[in-house]
């Protein structure tokens, strides 16, 4: 007998090979036939939540697409916030879940479509005729709007017989958005006319740049441009010459790269959406600056800017890179200030500054003033020691700015902030899960709070046992949730709902067969070195429970405080 969950699994597993979940009712029979009748590798983890952060966090390290499953009712409503993140981060996954009988609710049953459908996820329900037809719909929905999907199992019809798994289509997956229109055109001539006359031109790119492919056309656009660039907290490492990058831009910049943007004349921005962070909330640019951007979008994502061209990124600076060969940059007049620029050459504004001065951060102090770790000086003594293959996956709270601005990578796929696009914590344990199925070749290393650590401390287990010893976690432990206290404490309201009691993370890691070590000061941190020395398969995963202190605010917070103040 092939059963409906049966034909879900087999058509599930042609186009996706990693499942997370946790097996309850509603899914017990879709997990036998994907266990027993097909190649896709399951992962179990302790918590629903996790089952879709985990997803979340395999597209994001690897760019293909993974399914959670978790059952009705309870385990669906656990999933929620964890789908409403990846709604808004527009990650593809399938969720697939049990659902109340055909006959109607039980009491147990909550209106499943619905709750879905109020965080902005589309739900598609299998019958007994339709089962594989539907899960390619799902699965094709996903892709092309890059959005969660929930594929729903009725529990009456999960084991039903419904005979031979009919062949089934490769779902389609859309095509790069050209660039096209009378339009459009005149607007990327006035941009190639505007970089080719620009005597600062930037260049910024997002995620839209990485997931177009476009780093090799940007790198282009800039070597032809002579432009300084600088990326998007999900878009770092985009372009190839990091010698005239300046890195993040938004609150994980540092301030001398940021002060060198806003001298910009003309700024072009790909596959970025120019959220109130990357902006710096509208003081990224100044008020000279002329900024064009490029994306997908249906229009413009900010006030600032004043040219728009939907379409692609790759195909958008490829195109720009082929006007400006057909006419050459001018060389500049020597006239007053300008002498010294034309005798550079004709674009001598990144040639002339110091982009690696201009990109350092703070080194901070070994100890803070109250006695606990600087978060600073650790972050960089941290960067030292990481092992070069490493995949960061970072979970929310006040702690993300330390490893933003301290840890380079080397690709934007190898930087996740899963929770931040619906400013949630609680979702770095099972972020590594994801992470460590998705790029088995790599160190999987998760930033994390104590607040969002403990909220999510089940899947400790699940992180251990998924990564093993390409597993090493950071707990940036401050005994308290650092943002709110930041924001309001300083604005006078009572700290202690704020504060959390010292906790013992290195024990925690202990009770599920991990090496778990409190730093206290930055010598001890040398267990970090001798730990990434050694080969994977010869050490254990390493929790490192850093007793940082509470009093050092990171630049992205002071932002906000101002902002908020």
């Given at each position: 007998m092939s059963s409906v969950s049966a034909h879900v699994a087999r058509t599930l597993a042609q186009h996706i090979d990693a499942v997370f979940g946790v097996m309850g009712n509603g899914n017990a029979y879709f997990l036998d036939a994907l266990e027993t009748q097909t190649p896709a590798v399951f992962t179990a983890v302790r918590h629903e939540q996790g089952a879709v952060v985990a997803a979340d966090a395999h597209f994001r390290a690897s760019g293909r697409i993974a399914a959670g499953t978790a059952t009705y009712g309870a385990g669906f409503t656990n999933t929620?916030?964890?789908?409403?993140?990846?709604?808004q981060a527009r990650i593809p996954l399938v969720l697939v879940v049990g659902d109340e009988p055909t006959s109607g609710p039980r009491p147990w049953d909550v209106d499943q479509i619905a709750l879905a459908s109020a965080v902005g996820a589309r739900t598609y329900t299998v019958g007994r005729a339709d089962a594989a037809a539907t899960t390619i719909i799902a699965i094709e929905h996903a892709l092309t709007y890059r959005v969660p999907v929930v594929l729903a199992i009725p529990y009456d019809v999960a084991a039903s017989?419904?005979?031979?798994?009919?062949?089934?289509?490769?779902?389609r997956e859309p095509s790069a958005l050209a660039p096209s229109g009378a339009f459009t055109e005149r607007m990327l001539d006035e941009i190639a006319a505007a970089l080719r006359h620009a005597e600062r031109p930037f260049l910024l790119a997002g995620r839209g740049a990485w997931l177009a492919g476009a780093g090799a056309a940007l790198g282009a656009l800039a070597d032809a441009t002579g432009a300084l660039t600088a990326s998007t907290a999900l878009g770092r490492g985009v372009f190839p010459a990091a010698e005239y990058d300046l890195g993040v831009t938004g609150g994980f910049g540092a301030e001398g790269a940021m002060d060198l943007v806003r001298e910009a004349d003309i700024a072009v921005v790909f596959g970025a959406s120019l959220n109130q962070f990357t902006m710096r909330f509208g003081e990224l640019f100044a008020a000279g600056t002329r900024v064009f951007?490029?994306?997908?979008?249906?229009?413009?994502?900010?006030?600032?800017?004043?040219?728009?061209?939907?379409?692609?990124?790759?195909?958008?600076?490829?195109?720009?890179?082929k006007r400006l060969q057909r006419t050459p940059l001018p060389v500049p007049t020597p006239t007053g200030s300008g002498d010294a620029r034309a005798a550079q050459?004709?674009?001598?504004?990144?040639?002339?500054?110091?982009?690696?001065s201009a990109r350092a951060y703070d080194v901070?102090?070994?100890?803070?003033?109250?006695?606990?770790?600087?978060?600073?000086?650790?972050?960089?003594?941290?960067?030292?020691?990481?092992?070069?293959?490493?995949?960061?996956v970072s979970d929310g709270g006040h702690f993300i700015g330390w490893a933003n601005m301290y840890w380079p990578v080397a690709s934007p796929d190898r930087m996740m902030m899963v929770g931040t696009a619906f400013q949630a914590i609680g979702q770095g344990w099972p972020s590594m899960v994801g992470a460590a199925r998705a790029r088995e070749d790599s160190t999987i290393v998760l930033t994390s709070g104590d607040g969002g650590g403990l909220m999510a401390i089940a899947d400790l287990e699940s992180a251990v046992r998924s990564a093993r010893g390409r597993g090493c976690a950071i707990i940036w432990n401050d005994a308290a949730y650092g943002a709110e206290v930041h924001l309001y404490g300083l604005k006078g309201l009572a700290e202690q709902p704020m504060l959390i009691p010292q906790v013992d993370f290195a024990a925690f890691a202990a009770a599920v067969g991990a090496e778990g070590r409190v730093i206290r000061t930055l010598d001890d941190l040398d267990?970090?070195?001798?730990?990434?020395?050694?080969p994977a398969t010869?050490?254990?995963?390493?929790?490192?429970?850093?007793?940082?202190?509470?009093s050092v605010i990171a630049p992205y917070q002071q932002e906000i405080i101002r902002v908020n103040s």
């Open positions: 929620l916030t964890a789908l409403a993140e990846s709604v017989d419904a005979g031979d798994v009919p062949a089934a289509p490769t779902p951007q490029i994306d997908v979008a249906p229009a413009a994502t900010h006030a600032h800017v004043g040219g728009f061209v939907r379409g692609d990124a790759r195909l958008a600076a490829e195109a720009l890179v050459g004709a674009r001598p504004w990144r040639e002339g500054v110091d982009v690696a901070g102090d070994g100890l803070a003033a109250d006695g606990r770790l600087d978060p600073r000086s650790a972050a960089r003594r941290i960067a030292e020691m990481l092992p070069e293959d490493r995949v960061v267990r970090l070195q001798q730990w990434a020395a050694a010869e050490r254990p995963f390493l929790l490192l429970d850093l007793r940082i202190s509470p």
